[in-house]
């Protein structure tokens, strides 16, 4: 450390510097946000150099970061302050604070960038269509003809008032006069939220557009890159401050330095678990909410060491200091021991200060030069926190103390407290049934931004459908391989097909790579090479703007494989072996530091978006009373009932369940459960109030106790008088799981599965989708139906890749349609195979293959022997490695279902299963011999199975017969149609179809409940 002071006040006393770098970090490349930056690049004529931007500030940039400077004078500071927006990018590594973040700028961007200009030229867009992309290859919007507001009439001038004003706070943060202090914590902590919060203007401003405007790195918006530019820079710069006068400030910097990922993690699914009530869980995770945010102020702002680079239910992780790989300077490994412990102290007093029963995990990775090593951290967090630790509770009284309410027993839901049971419980199982003081907060706690306006229900009545029915969905990505890097290797940065097509000619020589078979002539070109390093070479000047200034194979090799790629070393190959390694590294995609950040926040965002689409089918019914709260105040003559302040009360009315919760500051009930299964669409509110003034409602609260309720007067409640009937358990990129009425779950699924298919198209073999059904009726246990969800997830995630086998193929409109089959039938897959511009997408639709052998042009091999192949030109009986999406559903008509093993079925049954009900609606012309055909068909299915559930010897024959014959004699069905229903009974869909729409939704033949 600097100055002999423990590292935590070091780096507290460095704040303004170290938030002003990630500031620096931030605006970099502010000027890609003008659209003059993407007209230049797309053939218009119009000249523009984006580095000049700072010249529209008033005043300028030096004068406005001047005090920065005298603040922190004894680092490395380059003559001009401007050289951080000038000189960013050079290839020369500067020997102060502007190579450290060419060093994060470099590892942000990709080496895949570095293309040489006059050989990529093939790659620009043009202004028709410039168009931004997501990192899997969907195109999001043509930003110059559908212009975001940022590149729209006065969006730069916008831009460059705000950035003023950032300044201008960030002097006022960082040499304070009054109201400021020079430790004002919250002053730093609002004014970088207000920026790059997750409402941040300058995020959502750098989020609409590009950093890059070729293809296909059009994937990595200016905000992923500058985020992660700005996050690698900060760590940087805290590790100089760290090192103090043993950091070597020397021209290496930006190939030098290296970071760590400092994680962080905290075991939600141990309260997920140990949740007895709906509010235990989600009170429980919104404390768990709590706690993260104060990790992140802590490590963003308060130390500022590291910005966030990943989130999901159980872990964070953040940028950290690493140490050079010249270990001339940085954090070493002993140092970070050191600090990681300092961290730990905090966050175990941030756990403790939240009363959580279990402590925090933190960990600190080795040095690396990408996020790769990120995945392995996140694994081993979630691996040390599925066995709780408890903490020793506090302040806990002798086994079985007496309380003035009689005896205490342990907690419910902690299993670790004494309960606190009030004076109206007066037996000793009432007493058993309540929660400790702190669980009891947490359960409550939620209701405090419930009566703010949260516009989600909390309460499950509100959700249960006209049968008092629940669905629990979740669904989940496989993320991971993605974040690791093991999946981009299935993305092109180029076609090496395409690449010798558009550059035949190389430096007046003609290009040595064979067209034919481009793949093996490119391994083989290198490998001829590897003997000397010739910087003149043309083919390899050709694919990396920087194999020029390098002087050795190790050297390059060491930036374009081993920094980017979890790849044996130089010396651990042989000549082939390396040549094969950089061939596949020039060509593909990289998991480039602020491409791993956009994968994790477009899945995130994938599940922002479906969750705003739940809240409109949900929503969506008949009877508007679905979606409304009523106020009841009760009558309050001498002698009427007492009733306990946010206690929930239950009861009926019209034969409908009717809950109620009471508010004492209020003097009345606020309505809890779904109004239209007791009012009709045309009934107003007074009915309720007229109704329980001739017959009381009986009402029972916590303490079982019967009152009866007279309403005085009814009106609509402030702030909640409407809400969207579905509760959100976990809204992350790794999995989503809600509540949402059972009524609505088909909606939803359709829903879920159309975006997927849509956004997801060109990965659909390798980014799987998966769903999980869990339908209950309102009052089953909530820890039975997690566990259910528990089950069903681990099932759905027990799935290896499989084998599908190309049936059909062809290429039409831009969309190759794929007939594929599988062990569980067959599947039809569309890929969009064309760019928007009418150009064919050689980067994404690529699928992995069984051959060992590349076949044609556009096919790739991975060192390892994998290959890939455009799904374009995929041929009858090729073989697919497919990470498959699945389904599994379960309905809890007793809580013993959730032990039976689920059936896991592909993702498209779903969709078949539908279409099988609507066959049935139109073919129909009776429910009641519908149930009899399923009655008698599932009776004989169980008696022509043994034990195990395996067919008899002839008998699924003999079943499948007997099923054509009810079929066709019962329902009157024939021709393709009952084909198609024999076809559904043989894979079981026709059981699915049937079990789900008439025992599960109650549904009529049209379409409405039973």
């Known amino acids: 450390m600097s100055n002999g002071a423990p590292m935590p006040d070091t780096l507290r006393q460095h704040r303004p510097l170290l938030l002003a770098c990630e500031a620096i970090g931030w605006l970099h490349m502010t000027g890609k946000a003008h659209p003059d930056f993407l007209r230049h690049h797309c053939g218009v004529g119009i000249s523009y150099q984006f580095k000049n931007w700072h010249q529209d500030l008033n005043p300028d940039w030096n004068s406005r970061l001047a005090w920065l400077v005298l603040s922190a004078s004894s680092l490395a500071w380059p003559a001009a302050l401007t050289d951080f927006l000038v000189k960013f990018d050079d290839g020369a590594s500067q020997p102060n604070l502007v190579g450290l973040l060419q060093a994060g700028h470099a590892m942000a961007s990709g080496i895949e960038k570095n293309l040489p200009p006059a050989t990529s030229k093939y790659l620009k867009q043009d202004a028709t269509h410039i168009w931004l992309a997501s990192p899997f290859g969907h195109p999001v919007k043509n930003l110059l003809v559908n212009p975001p507001q940022l590149l729209g009439k006065g969006g730069w001038a916008d831009l460059l008032r705000n950035i003023s004003t950032l300044l201008e706070d960030l002097q006022a943060l960082g040499n304070p006069n009054p109201p400021h202090t020079s430790n004002d914590l919250d002053g730093w902590w609002q004014w970088r939220e207000g920026a790059i919060g997750p409402h941040g203007w300058l995020r959502e401003a750098f989020l609409s557009t590009l950093a890059e405007t070729r293809l296909p790195n059009n994937d990595v918006t200016l905000w992923d890159q500058s985020y992660v530019a700005a996050a690698l820079f900060k760590s940087a710069v805290a590790g100089a401050v760290l090192a103090g006068n043993a950091f070597k400030w020397d021209d290496k910097l930006k190939q030098q330095t290296r970071w760590r990922v400092l994680t962080v993690g905290f075991g939600a699914r141990h309260y997920e678990a140990r949740a007895v009530k709906i509010g235990d869980w989600t009170g429980a995770q919104r404390e768990i909410g709590r706690f993260f945010e104060k990790v992140r102020r802590f490590i963003e702002v308060d130390l500022?060491?590291?910005?966030?680079?990943?989130?999901?239910?159980?872990?964070?992780?953040?940028?950290?200091?690493?140490?050079?790989?010249?270990?001339?300077?940085?954090?070493?490994?002993?140092?970070?021991?050191?600090?990681?412990?300092?961290?730990?102290?905090?966050?175990?007093?941030?756990?403790?200060?939240?009363?959580?029963?279990?402590?925090?995990?933190?960990?600190?990775?080795?040095?690396?030069?990408?996020?790769?090593?990120?995945?392995?951290?996140?694994?081993?967090?979630?691996?040390?926190?599925?066995?709780?630790?408890?903490?020793?509770?506090?302040?806990?009284?002798?086994?079985?103390?007496?309380?003035?309410?009689?005896?205490?027993?342990?907690?419910?839901?902690?299993?670790?407290?004494?309960?606190?049971?009030?004076?109206?419980?007066?037996?000793?199982?009432?007493?058993?049934?309540?929660?400790?003081?702190?669980?009891?907060?947490?359960?409550?706690?939620?209701?405090?931004?419930?009566?703010?306006?949260?516009?989600?229900?909390?309460?499950?009545?509100?959700?249960?459908?006209?049968?008092?029915?629940?669905?629990?969905?979740?669904?989940?990505?496989?993320?991971?391989?993605?974040?690791?890097?093991?999946?981009?290797?299935?993305?092109?940065?180029?076609?090496?097909?395409?690449?010798?097509?558009?550059?035949?000619?190389?430096?007046?020589?003609?290009?040595?790579?064979?067209?034919?078979?481009?793949?093996?002539?490119?391994?083989?070109?290198?490998?001829?090479?590897?003997?000397?390093?010739?910087?003149?070479?043309?083919?390899?000047?050709?694919?990396?703007?920087?194999?020029?200034?390098?002087?050795?194979?190790?050297?390059?090799?060491?930036?374009?494989?081993?920094?980017?790629?979890?790849?044996?070393?130089?010396?651990?190959?042989?000549?082939?072996?390396?040549?094969?390694?950089?061939?596949?590294?020039?060509?593909?995609?990289?998991?480039?530091?602020?491409?791993?950040?956009?994968?994790?926040?477009?899945?995130?965002?994938?599940?922002?978006?479906?969750?705003?689409?739940?809240?409109?089918?949900?929503?969506?019914?008949?009877?508007?009373?679905?979606?409304?709260?009523?106020?009841?105040?009760?009558?309050?003559?001498?002698?009427?009932?007492?009733?306990?302040?946010?206690?929930?009360?239950?009861?009926?009315?019209?034969?409908?369940?009717?809950?109620?919760?009471?508010?004492?500051?209020?003097?009345?009930?606020?309505?809890?459960?779904?109004?239209?299964?007791?009012?009709?669409?045309?009934?107003?509110?007074?009915?309720?109030?007229?109704?329980?003034?001739?017959?009381?409602?009986?009402?029972?609260?916590?303490?079982?106790?019967?009152?009866?309720?007279?309403?005085?007067?009814?009106?609509?409640?402030?702030?909640?008088?409407?809400?969207?009937?579905?509760?959100?358990?976990?809204?992350?990129?790794?999995?989503?799981?809600?509540?949402?009425?059972?009524?609505?779950?088909?909606?939803?699924?359709?829903?879920?599965?159309?975006?997927?298919?849509?956004?997801?198209?060109?990965?659909?073999?390798?980014?799987?989708?998966?769903?999980?059904?869990?339908?209950?009726?309102?009052?089953?246990?909530?820890?039975?139906?997690?566990?259910?969800?528990?089950?069903?997830?681990?099932?759905?995630?027990?799935?290896?890749?499989?084998?599908?086998?190309?049936?059909?193929?062809?290429?039409?409109?831009?969309?190759?349609?794929?007939?594929l089959e599988h062990g569980h039938g067959r599947e039809l897959v569309l890929v969009p195979t064309q760019l928007p511009d009418g150009r064919t997408d050689v980067f994404y639709p690529y699928v992995q293959v069984e051959d060992r052998e590349l076949r044609t042009p556009r096919d790739f091999q991975h060192p390892d022997g994998r290959v890939y192949r455009h799904m374009a030109d995929l041929r009858p009986g090729d073989g697919l490695v497919v990470h498959p999406s699945r389904i599994a559903t379960v309905f809890l008509d007793t809580t013993a279902r959730r032990f039976d093993p689920p059936e896991v079925r592909p993702l498209g049954d779903f969709e078949r299963m539908r279409a099988v009900w609507d066959l049935l609606v139109r073919k129909s012309f009776s429910l009641s011999a519908l149930r009899g055909v399923r009655s008698e068909l599932e009776e004989r299915a169980r008696n022509w199975r043994d034990p195990e559930g395996r067919w008899l010897p002839g008998a699924e024959a003999e079943w499948l017969e007997l099923a054509r014959a009810i079929l066709r004699d019962r329902l009157g069905i024939s021709g393709a149609a009952l084909e198609a229903l024999v076809e559904a009974a043989r894979h079981g869909t026709l059981g699915w179809t049937l079990e789900w729409h008439l025992t599960w939704l109650k549904e009529s033949l049209g379409g409405v409940r039973a």
């Open 304 to 819: 500022a060491i590291g910005s966030l680079v990943y989130r999901d239910d159980e872990t964070l992780a953040f940028t950290f200091p690493g140490e050079r790989a010249d270990d001339q300077g940085g954090v070493n490994q002993q140092t970070a021991e050191q600090l990681r412990q300092a961290i730990v102290d905090e966050l175990d007093r941030f756990a403790a200060d939240l009363r959580f029963e279990t402590p925090p995990f933190c960990s600190v990775s080795e040095p690396t030069r990408s996020f790769v090593p990120m995945v392995k951290e996140l694994r081993e967090a979630r691996r040390e926190l599925s066995i709780p630790l408890h903490r020793r509770p506090r302040n806990i009284e002798a086994i079985n103390s007496e309380t003035a309410s009689g005896k205490r027993h342990v907690c419910p839901v902690c299993l670790v407290r004494f309960n606190e049971p009030p004076q109206s419980a007066n037996t000793d199982n009432a007493r058993k049934s309540y929660p400790c003081s702190v669980c009891r907060r947490r359960r409550r706690g939620r209701l405090d931004a419930w009566l703010s306006g949260e516009k989600d229900t909390i309460w499950i009545g509100e959700v249960a459908d006209g049968n008092d029915r629940v669905a629990l969905l979740t669904l989940s990505f496989d993320l991971e391989p993605w974040l690791a890097g093991e999946h981009v290797d299935s993305l092109r940065a180029q076609s090496i097909a395409e690449w010798r097509r558009f550059n035949p000619v190389l430096q007046v020589r003609d290009n040595p790579i064979y067209p034919t078979t481009p793949g093996k002539s490119l391994w083989a070109y290198i490998e001829s090479k590897l003997n000397e390093f010739d910087k003149s070479d043309p083919v390899l000047r050709s694919l990396q703007e920087g194999y020029q200034r390098e002087s050795s194979w190790e050297g390059f090799f060491q930036k374009i494989v081993e920094d980017r790629s979890d790849a044996p070393n130089w010396e651990d190959l042989d000549d082939e072996g390396r040549a094969r390694w950089l061939a596949h590294q020039l060509f593909r995609k990289l998991p480039s530091p602020g491409r791993v950040y956009r994968f994790w926040r477009t899945a995130e965002a994938f599940f922002d978006e479906l969750l705003a689409r739940f809240r409109e089918i949900a929503s969506a019914h008949e009877n508007r009373w679905r979606t409304r709260r009523l106020l009841l105040y009760p009558v309050t003559a001498a002698g009427a009932e007492t009733w306990e302040d946010r206690e929930t009360y239950t009861g009926h009315w019209r034969g409908a369940p009717l809950e109620v919760v009471y508010l004492a500051d209020q003097a009345a009930f606020v309505t809890i459960s779904n109004l239209a299964r007791c009012f009709e669409p045309e009934e107003g509110k007074e009915a309720l109030q007229q109704e329980s003034q001739t017959a009381g409602i009986k009402l029972k609260g916590d303490d079982q106790r019967e009152r009866e309720l007279h309403i005085n007067s009814v009106s609509i409640p402030e702030k909640i008088g409407t809400y969207a009937p579905l509760i959100p358990l976990d809204l992350s990129p790794r999995r989503f799981r809600l509540l949402v009425p059972l009524d609505r779950a088909t909606a939803c699924i359709e829903a879920a599965i159309a975006k997927w298919r849509e956004e997801f198209a060109r990965v659909w073999d390798r980014m799987p989708l998966r769903v999980g059904v869990v339908a209950f009726p309102r009052l089953t246990s909530f820890q039975a139906v997690i566990e259910a969800a528990r089950n069903l997830e681990d099932a759905l995630h027990r799935d290896r890749p499989e084998t599908w086998r190309v049936v059909e193929c062809g290429t039409r409109g831009g969309v190759t349609a794929l007939s």
